[in-house]
């Protein structure tokens, strides 16, 4: 679990989809909602499933609607490492 917190932290921090660490923020400022995000890949059937998902963790973690378009590539990347 630790190795794939890691890549998707990697993933999530260059993404900053919230611009919070270009903000100054802690480096561990995204670090609840990638366990999240880790928790779901399991259950995740396609990358569109996972960019939903990974819509609706910021949306309960921040009130963000995040576009779909700017979570299908984070997905991606995601997906392709799982």
């Known amino acids: 679990m630790m190795e794939k917190y890691n890549f998707t932290k990697k993933i999530v921090d260059e993404w ?47 009130g963000e609607h995040l576009p779909i378009e700017k979570c299908l590539p984070v997905a991606e990347k995601i997906w392709n490492k799982d």
């Open 16 to 62: 900053d989809p919230i611009g919070l660490l270009a903000m100054g923020c802690p480096d561990d400022e995204y670090s609840p909602e990638i366990v999240d995000i880790v928790k779901l890949l399991p259950q995740m059937q396609s990358v569109e499933e996972l960019a939903s998902g990974l819509r609706q963790v910021f949306l309960e973690w921040f």
